[in-house]
């Protein structure tokens, strides 16, 4: 009896050592994942922030119109005093490289490159559809990545980190207030706007 437990003791130990080995990297994954969506949670809290200061009133996924007889997608529109901000979000972190004029960025993390598509065309494209519904308003855009993204060539115009928000934003704080002419612009491109199949509300918080 005594030799059959010898003998079975080292295949044991084996399996103790590898079940606490897949354990601990399985702890470890859960801590990554909660550690990087604390963070993600975080600088969705701080981007929130800081737009709120300049906001009227938001409505998020709404669809309009894109001018050509098709429909159009976009995240978040933003009324302000001085015009309506278009917003894009992106959870994209690592070195990112990309240019105005050049269809596909890279990403850079851990080592590896990845492509992703140019965001300031599809919301320089929204923008173009709200001024061929709401003319004589002036209509800002904001691409922001939200993760821990850095841009070490340069960040091109429209683009913001969440580090870089509150200073790109000024431009729109600079300009001249128009309540009045935004506010009713802001109706009427709710009135033509839909949202899971029915009417934007106007002055919508979600």
Same mark, same amino acid.
């Given at each position: 009896?005594?030799?059959?437990?010898?003998?079975?003791?080292?295949?044991?130990?084996?399996?103790?050592?590898?079940?606490?080995?897949?354990?601990?990297?399985?702890?470890?994954?859960?801590?990554?994942?909660? !550690?990087?969506?604390?963070?993600?949670?975080?600088?969705?809290?701080?981007?929130?922030?800081?737009?709120?200061?300049?906001?009227?009133?938001?409505?998020?996924?709404?669809?309009?119109?894109?001018?050509?007889?098709?429909?159009?997608?976009?995240?978040?529109?933003?009324?302000?005093?001085?015009?309506? !901000?278009?917003?894009?979000?992106?959870?994209?972190?690592?070195?990112?490289?990309?240019?105005?004029?050049?269809?596909?960025?890279?990403?850079?993390?851990?080592?590896?490159?990845?492509?992703?598509?140019?965001? !300031?065309?599809?919301?320089?494209?929204?923008?173009?559809?709200?001024?061929?519904?709401?003319?004589?308003?002036?209509?800002?855009?904001?691409?922001?990545?939200?993760?821990?993204?850095?841009?070490?060539?340069?960040?091109?115009?429209?683009?913001?980190?969440?580090?870089?928000?509150?200073?790109?934003?000024?431009?729109?704080?600079?300009?001249?207030?128009?309540?009045?002419?935004?506010?009713?612009?802001?109706?009427?491109?709710?009135?033509?706007?839909?949202?899971?199949?029915?009417?934007?509300?106007?002055?919508?918080?979600?």
């Amino acid at each position: 009896m005594q030799d059959f437990i010898s003998m079975a003791s080292p295949a044991f130990s084996i399996n103790i050592v590898y079940i606490i080995a897949i354990a601990t990297v399985i702890v470890l994954f859960i801590l990554l994942f909660l !550690l990087l969506r604390n963070r993600h949670r975080n600088n969705t809290y701080k981007i929130s922030k800081i737009l709120s200061p300049l906001t009227r009133s938001r409505v998020n996924n709404i669809i309009i119109p894109d001018g050509i007889g098709g429909l159009l997608e976009i995240e978040q529109l933003r009324l302000t005093d001085q015009g309506i !901000l278009i917003v894009e979000t992106y959870q994209i972190s690592g070195h990112l490289f990309g240019a105005e004029e050049i269809d596909q960025w890279t990403q850079l993390l851990n080592g590896r490159s990845y492509k992703f598509a140019n965001p !300031l065309r599809h919301i320089r494209t929204s923008r173009q559809a709200i001024m061929s519904l709401i003319a004589d308003t002036p209509i800002f855009y904001c691409v922001i990545f939200s993760g821990e993204a850095s841009f070490p060539k340069g960040r091109p115009e429209g683009i913001s980190v969440v580090e870089s928000l509150v200073d790109d934003l000024k431009a729109i704080s600079f300009q001249a207030k128009q309540t009045q002419t935004t506010q009713q612009a802001w109706d009427k491109l709710l009135r033509i706007a839909r949202k899971n199949g029915r009417a934007a509300k106007l002055g919508e918080e979600i």
